[in-house]
C-alpha cells in the first residue's frame, strides 16, 4: 500500500477516490512544525542553526502517516506546488526520518496543478526528487522574518512603549501607505478652469471642442487659474469665426490582458467584488480544492499561488474551441496567445489561474457555489476566456479646430468601437478612474476646412485633488512593481497590519493609524536601509537566486546579519527622551499643523495652561500628547491632529447650539450640539415632558459635514426604502446599539462601514438582507449545517454552524471554531471533540445556563483526565491568576508559515 500525503483533508478525501484502493492518503493538515515563538530558535553565531517544534496535534498526524508508511514502499510527498508546499513535504521527510520511519521506503515529490483526475495520476506516474533550493529559500525566507522580529520588535518596545512589532515587508507596506498620506497632508489644492466650445457641422450635428492654444501660445493645465481668465477666453473666442483645421483618424488596436496570477487575482476581486485579498484567497483555495457538485469533489480552477502567466497546451486548445463554438471564428485569433511571465524565478512560476475546465461555464456551476465563490470563478473563467480571443479595434478620432488666424485653437477627441474581441466578454477593471469621458466620446464626421457655426461655450472650475489614498488592490500593484513581497504574502501583510492598528479601512481605503505613523518614522530614523524599497526589493531578488540554486542561502544570511545586528546595537544606548524628542521633531507637522488663525497663536500652545507646549508624550499603554509643564498641567490629549481645525471637527469648541435651519415640515429650529456622548442634532427644544427628537452624527462625520439637508435625514432615521419583493413588508434603515443596519421583518443585517445608512438604496438593502440570517425571541436563529454526532461525554449533539467568520461547531454553550485545515464537509465526530475540548480548555465560550457542569465534563473527557468532583462551595479557594505571557514578535505572517514570504 503506498502513502500519498497533502495539505488538507479535503484534497485527500477527493484524491483517494482518483488513486484507488491501493493507494492511502493522508493529510498533514498543512506545516507540521515551526520554529519556537522564542528567542534563539535561530542562532547566527552557529551559522544560523534552527529549532523545529511539532505542535501536539501536529505530532498525531505524523504518528499516523509513520504508521501507514511503516506498512507501504513508498511514500508520495504531494503538497501544494510551491515553496511553501515544497518546505511542508521537506518537514514531513525529516520528521519521518527521525522516527526511523523511512527505511527501505522510496521517498518521491509529486505535484499537480490541478485536483482532477488527470492530473494527479500523471503526477504519480512521474515523481521527482525533493528540490533542495526551493527548501533552501524557504529557510532563509524563515530565518529572515524570524531574526528581523526577535530583534527589531524588543526595540520597538523598549523604545517605543504600545508598539507591538515590526516585520521585513509589512513594515515597508506601512511606509507605503504612511507616505502617501503625508503626500496628502501637504497637498495644496489648486484651481484651474477648463473653456468648452459646442459647434454645429454642415451636417447639423454637434460637436464639443476644448480650448488648447489662446493667443497664439498652447495652454497648460493653470494658465486659466481664475473665473476672470476664463471669462477673457470666452471673451476672445466669442469674437472670432471657426472651421475644421485637421482630422486624424487612426485604428488602434487593445489586447486582452494575460490569465490571472495571483497578484492580479488579488487586485480585480477587490474592485470588481470588493473582495479583501485574504478573502478571495480564501475562496480560490476552495474552488482549488473541489466543491461537491453532483455528489461528486471536483476541483474547479487551477493552484492559485502562481507567478506565471502561460497556459497548459491542452488549456490553450481547450480554450480556442470554446471560443470558435460560443463566440465565432471572428474571435478566434489566427494563432494562440503566448504570455511571457514576469517571474525571474522560473522554479516558483507555475501555470496562471484557470478553471479546469473551460467548458464547465459559471452558469453550469451557479447552483453549487455560493455568491461569493461563484463570482470569484466567474471573474477567473472570463479571464482565462478573454486572454484567448481577438483583440479590439478601435476607431481613434482626434479634430483640431482653428479660428481664422489660428490664435485660438480647440480640440475634440473620441474613439469608436469598430470591433469588440475580447471586450465582448471582460474588460479590464482600473484603479484610477479620472480618464476623461471625451475620449470615449463619438464624433460626428467633419472634413478639414468645413466651417462650423459656434452656438455655445461652457466654462467650469475645477480644483486638483491629492493622490489618493491605496486600495487593497492599488498596494497590492505596487508593492508588486517595487519587487517587495510576493504574491502569496500580500494577503497575510495587509491583514497583519490592520491586526496591529497600524492602518484602518476607511471607504475601502487605507488610512495610517498614529501609531503606524511613530513606527514607522521610527524606523526610518534609526533603521533607514530596511525600509528602503530597493533594499527590500534586492532582497527579495537574492531569495529567488537562492531558489534557482545560484547562490547559497547562508551566505545571505550572513550578509544580512552583520549588517542588521550592528545597525540593532547603534540604539542600545539610545535613551527614550531622545527619540521621543526625535519623533516629536519628525512629526510635528502632522501632529500641530500649522494654521492661519489670526490671533498668533502656535498650534502647539497649550489650551489648558499660559505657557505650556503640547508635544509628543510616551505612557504605559502608548504615545500621546501631553503639555510640557506636566505635572502642574496634566492636559494630555488622545494622538491626532490638534489644531483649531481638529478641534471643531470633534466640537471641542462648539459653545452651545449651533442653529442649522428650520425644519419646513415643523416650523422647529435644527440644532448641532455638542453632549455628553459627543455631537447629536436636535429637532426643536423640550416642551413640557415632551422630549426633543435627538440623532447622533454618524462615524466619521464633523460638524462641518452637517447641514441642515443632513440633519434632517439624521433626525429621519429610521427610514423606510421601500416594500421588500418577496413578501411587500417595509425595509427600514436606521441606526442602533450596534451600528448602522437595514431591517426587514425580523431581520436585521449591519451596513458595511464604507457605505452610509443616508445613501443606501433599496436594491443594495435587498441583497444585504438575503445575507442576515432570521431573528426568533430577540436572538438570531441560526440553524445547524449538520449534526456532526453525540457527544461521548454527555451523549447530547454535537453540530456543526456557518458562522458570520466562518464554520464552528457547538456543543452546549462552547463554540469552537473550524480552522481552514479542516474541511466542514468532512468533519468527523472526534475532529470536533478534539475542537471543543480545546475551545474549552482555554476558557472559551460561555456555557448556558444548567450547561456548565457538562461542559467542563467534557473538556475533561477529551484532555484524557477525569472531570473533577466539584468540591463545596465553601471550600473553593479562588485560582490565582494566570501571568500575562510576553508579547510575541513575529513578522509578516503569510497564511501557511507566520513569516513574510
Known amino acids: 500500500m503506498d502513502v500519498l500525503v497533502v495539505e488538507s483533508p479535503a484534497k485527500a478525501k477527493t484524491i483517494g477516490k482518483y488513486l484507488g484502493p491501493g493507494y492511502t492518503v493522508l493529510a498533514s493538515y498543512g506545516h507540521v512544525r515551526d520554529l519556537p515563538a522564542k528567542d534563539g530558535s535561530v542562532r547566527p553565531d552557529e551559522d544560523f542553526a534552527m529549532d523545529w517544534e511539532v505542535d501536539a496535534q501536529s505530532q498525531k498526524r505524523l504518528d499516523a502517516i509513520a504508521k501507514a508508511v511503516k506498512s507501504g514502499s513508498r511514500l508520495y510527498l504531494a503538497t501544494d506546488p510551491d515553496r511553501e508546499g515544497e518546505a511542508i513535504s521537506w518537514h514531513v521527510r525529516d520528521v519521518l526520518k527521525r522516527k526511523k520511519a523511512l527505511e527501505g521506503v522510496d521517498v518521491k515529490r509529486v505535484t499537480f496543478n490541478a485536483i482532477t483526475k488527470q492530473s494527479v495520476l500523471s503526477a504519480v506516474e512521474h515523481p521527482r526528487e525533493l528540490d533542495q533550493p526551493l527548501i533552501d529559500a524557504y529557510m532563509a525566507r524563515r530565518a529572515l522574518d524570524y531574526l528581523v522580529g526577535f530583534t527589531l520588535s524588543p526595540v520597538l518596545w523598549r523604545k517605543l512603549p504600545g508598539s ?78 471657426f472651421s475644421v483645421l485637421s482630422v486624424d483618424r487612426r485604428q488602434v488596436r487593445r489586447n486582452p490582458p494575460p490569465p490571472f496570477i495571483t497578484s492580479t487575482l488579488q487586485q480585480e476581486a477587490s474592485r470588481k467584488l470588493g473582495l479583501g485579498a485574504a478573502a478571495a484567497m480564501r475562496i480560490a483555495q ?67 489561474i484557470r478553471p479546469t475546465d473551460l467548458f464547465r461555464t459559471p452558469q453550469d456551476v451557479a447552483p453549487y457555489l455560493d455568491r461569493d465563490q461563484l463570482g470569484l470563478y466567474e471573474l477567473i473563467w472570463k479571464r482565462t476566456v478573454a486572454s484567448q480571443m481577438e483583440s479590439a479595434v478601435l476607431d ?49 464626421d467633419v472634413v478639414p476646412d468645413e466651417a462650423l457655426d459656434r452656438r455655445d461655450i461652457l466654462t467650469e472650475q475645477h480644483f486638483t485633488e491629492p493622490p489618493p489614498r491605496y486600495s487593497e488592490a492599488s498596494l497590492v500593484k505596487k508593492l508588486e512593481e517595487l519587487g517587495i513581497g510576493r504574491p502569496s504574502t500580500y494577503a497575510s501583510i495587509i491583514e497583519v497590519l490592520q491586526k496591529r492598528s497600524y492602518v484602518r479601512i476607511d471607504r475601502k481605503r487605507f488610512v495610517p493609524e498614529d501609531r503606524g505613523r511613530i513606527v514607522t518614522s521610527f524606523l526610518q530614523t534609526y533603521f533607514p536601509r530596511y525600509v528602503e524599497y530597493n533594499f527590500t526589493a534586492h532582497l527579495e531578488e537574492e531569495l529567488d537566486e537562492i531558489s534557482d540554486g545560484k547562490i547559497d542561502w547562508r551566505q545571505v544570511l550572513r550578509e544580512f546579519w552583520t549588517a ?38 502656535s498650534p502647539r500652545d497649550c489650551p489648558s495652561c499660559a505657557n505650556g507646549r503640547l508635544g509628543l508624550k510616551l505612557g504605559k499603554f502608548g504615545a500621546f500628547i501631553g503639555c510640557s509643564n506636566y505635572p502642574e498641567c496634566r492636559f494630555t490629549r488622545k494622538l491626532g491632529i490638534v489644531d483649531a481645525e481638529a478641534d471643531a471637527a470633534s466640537g471641542a469648541n462648539l459653545e452651545g447650539p449651533k442653529i442649522l435651519g428650520i425644519d419646513p415640515v415643523s416650523g422647529k429650529p435644527v440644532t448641532l450640539r455638542n453632549g455628553p456622548y459627543g455631537l447629536y442634532v436636535q429637532l426643536g427644544e423640550p416642551e413640557g415632558k415632551e422630549k426633543p427628537r435627538r440623532q447622533s452624527l454618524l462615524k466619521g462625520m464633523t460638524p462641518d459635514d452637517v447641514t441642515l439637508e443632513r440633519a434632517l435625514a439624521l433626525l429621519a432615521l429610521p427610514r423606510e426604502l421601500g416594500a421588500h419583493p418577496d413578501d411587500g413588508q417595509a425595509i427600514l434603515a436606521g441606526v442602533g446599539r450596534f451600528g448602522p443596519y437595514v431591517k426587514h421583518g425580523t431581520k436585521y443585517k449591519t451596513i458595511p462601514a464604507d457605505e452610509s445608512v443616508l445613501d443606501i438604496g433599496m436594491n443594495r438593502a435587498v441583497a444585504l438582507l438575503a445575507e442576515a440570517k432570521s431573528a426568533a425571541r430577540g436572538r438570531a436563529a441560526v440553524k445547524p449545517v449538520r449534526a456532526v454526532g453525540n457527544h461521548p461525554a454527555d451523549d447530547t449533539p454535537v453540530e456543526l454552524y456557518d458562522g458570520r467568520y466562518g464554520p464552528y461547531v457547538k456543543h452546549g454553550g462552547i463554540n469552537a471554531t473550524v480552522p481552514n485545515s479542516i474541511d466542514p464537509s468532512s468533519l468527523t465526530l472526534d475532529q470536533a471533540v478534539a475542537l471543543l475540548a480545546e475551545r474549552a480548555a482555554k476558557g472559551g465560550g460561555r456555557p448556558a445556563r444548567g450547561r456548565r457542569k457538562q461542559a467542563n465534563g467534557a473538556a475533561a473527557a477529551n484532555t484524557n483526565e477525569a472531570a473533577p468532583k466539584p468540591k463545596p462551595a465553601k471550600a473553593r479557594k479562588k485560582a490565582a491568576p494566570k501571568r500575562k505571557a510576553a508579547p510575541k514578535a513575529k513578522g509578516d505572517a503569510p497564511p501557511r508559515t507566520g513569516t513574510d514570504g
Not at 192 to 206: E, I, S
Open 164 to 241: 507591538r512589532s515590526a516585520g521585513r515587508v509589512q513594515s515597508v507596506a506601512l511606509r507605503l501607505i504612511c507616505e502617501r498620506e503625508a503626500e496628502i497632508e501637504v497637498f495644496k489644492t489648486r484651481e484651474y478652469w477648463t473653456v468648452d466650445v459646442l459647434f454645429g457641422t454642415a451636417k447639423q450635428q454637434t460637436l464639443k471642442a476644448r480650448l488648447t492654444h489662446l493667443d497664439g501660445h498652447k495652454l497648460d493645465r493653470f494658465d486659466l487659474d481664475s473665473q476672470e481668465r476664463a471669462e477673457q477666453a470666452r471673451r476672445e473666442i466669442e469674437r472670432r469665426a
Open 564 to 601: 542588521f545586528s550592528a545597525a540593532v546595537g547603534e540604539t542600545k544606548e539610545l535613551r527614550v527622551k531622545e527619540v521621543l524628542d526625535r519623533l516629536d521633531e519628525e512629526l510635528g507637522p502632522h501632529f500641530f499643523p500649522a494654521n492661519d488663525n489670526g490671533e498668533g497663536k
Open 286 to 352: 476552495r474552488l482549488y480544492e473541489g466543491v461537491d457538485i453532483g455528489g461528486e469533489t471536483v476541483g474547479l480552477i487551477t493552484y492559485m499561488r502562481t507567478d506565471g502567466v502561460q497556459l497548459a497546451p491542452e488549456a490553450i486548445g481547450q480554450t480556442r474551441r470554446l471560443i470558435e463554438s460560443k463566440y465565432g471564428a471572428a474571435y478566434l485569433p489566427e494563432k494562440p496567445r503566448v504570455y511571457s511571465s514576469k517571474a525571474k524565478n522560473a522554479q516558483e512560476a507555475h501555470e496562471a
Open 396 to 444: 481613434q478620432v482626434t479634430v483640431d479646430i482653428a479660428s481664422g488666424d489660428k490664435t485660438v485653437q480647440l480640440r475634440a477627441t473620441g474613439s469608436v468601437i469598430k470591433f469588440n474581441g475580447f471586450l465582448t466578454l471582460y474588460d479590464e477593471g482600473r484603479d484610477d478612474k479620472s480618464e476623461d469621458d471625451e475620449a470615449s466620446a463619438i464624433l460626428p
